[in-house]
């Protein structure tokens, strides 16, 4: 299939010479002004355009900027076309952002050339960009399974297995989606946000490593002293995240994590731990995470105690609405019962 060039000049002459030049391997469109041109970006996407510089009305270079501020225009490639061959112009074009210019009067055998060089580069870059992104991929799975692995090291360690890790992670998923719909904490709730707090969540128990196993299986009920101990988890596991993962993962994967380690036991009113946040002092990770890992650690069988009821887990949890956990946030996840028992029946 052949590429496509939009050619933008406001001469027709040259509108001509460029189509017939270029008509043999090219798919050729032209318009002649800056506003036409955007009209015919408006529903198509050309491998290539050939801006002219001097055009009444919106010239060739209000163009550029404003195909270089557009997301979706800017990696199109642009060669100018330009009849001012001086050191300034031509200084002026790369500036700008244009892989290249043409000087007019046309020399068919440049600009054939230069055409051709543009397009082959363009095609070398998205081939670049696309074995990038497998390898990004490669490694965002690699890292996530990593990630699963130790949650589930250190969910083992306390009698509970590596389900817990993924209810509790479907559970925030399904939170976040229900969020999301009702436009909850729509600034915050970025697509990168929600990717990392999902990803992220398998990680929030992982302090548990500097507890002595045994209390973290000990089979009846603790003493203060043991309690006390197991509450160092939250602040231990921010901690190890911080130390460890801030040169290997992006800093905002980090800094959720790091909120979800550290901060998944604060409480709404303020009576938690480890540091007595209250209300939106309390990151919305760990806010969210609160609820999904509550309800899990409610419905699920421990070593120590049977799994409770979908209806039983919800009385509790809505005794603590405002206490334990934000209202707007259980509202939700109380409003979502329907789904919450298909999701457990699934898991």
Request: hydrophobic share 40%.
């Amino acid at each position: 299939m052949k590429k496509t060039i939009l050619v933008v000049d406001d001469s027709r002459f040259n509108l001509v010479i460029a189509k017939d030049l270029l008509s043999e391997e090219y798919r050729v469109e032209t318009v002649n002004s800056g506003e036409l041109a955007f009209q015919y970006l408006a529903g198509n996407e050309p491998d290539l355009v050939l801006l002219d510089i001097q055009m009444p009305g919106m010239d060739g270079f209000e163009v550029m900027r404003r195909i270089q501020g557009s997301e979706e225009w800017k990696k199109i490639p642009v060669i100018f076309l330009t009849a001012d061959r001086t050191e300034k112009t031509e200084e002026t074009c790369f500036q700008m952002g244009a892989m290249d210019y043409i000087g007019k009067p046309f020399v068919p055998a440049i600009m054939l050339q230069r055409v051709r060089r543009t397009l082959e580069l363009q095609g070398y870059r998205k081939s670049l960009e696309q074995m990038v992104e497998q390898q990004l991929q490669r490694i965002t799975q690699l890292q996530q399974g990593i990630i699963i692995t130790m949650a589930n090291l250190i969910e083992s360690r306390d009698g509970t297995t590596g389900e817990h890790v993924k209810r509790t992670s479907a559970y925030v998923n399904l939170l976040v989606n229900k969020m999301q719909e009702k436009g909850i904490y729509k600034e915050t709730l970025t697509s990168t946000y929600i990717d990392y707090l999902k990803k992220a969540s398998p990680l929030h128990d992982i302090g548990k490593l500097t507890v002595p196993d045994r209390i973290l299986q000990k089979p009846g009920a603790l003493t203060q002293e043991e309690y006390d101990l197991i509450k160092l988890h939250a602040q231990a596991g921010g901690q190890l995240i911080q130390e460890n993962m801030n040169r290997i993962v992006d800093k905002e994967f980090v800094e959720i994590a790091q909120d979800l380690a550290a901060f998944h036991h604060e409480k709404w009113n303020g009576l938690g731990y480890p540091n007595g946040l209250k209300g939106e002092e309390i990151p919305l990770a760990a806010r969210i995470l609160a609820i999904a890992d509550v309800f899990d650690a409610l419905v699920s069988e421990r070593q120590y105690k049977k799994g409770m009821t979908l209806d039983q887990a919800f009385g509790i949890m809505e005794k603590e609405r405002g206490n334990s956990f934000e209202p707007v946030l259980l509202d939700v996840f109380l409003e979502s019962k329907e789904e919450l028992a298909e999701l457990m029946e699934e898991l």
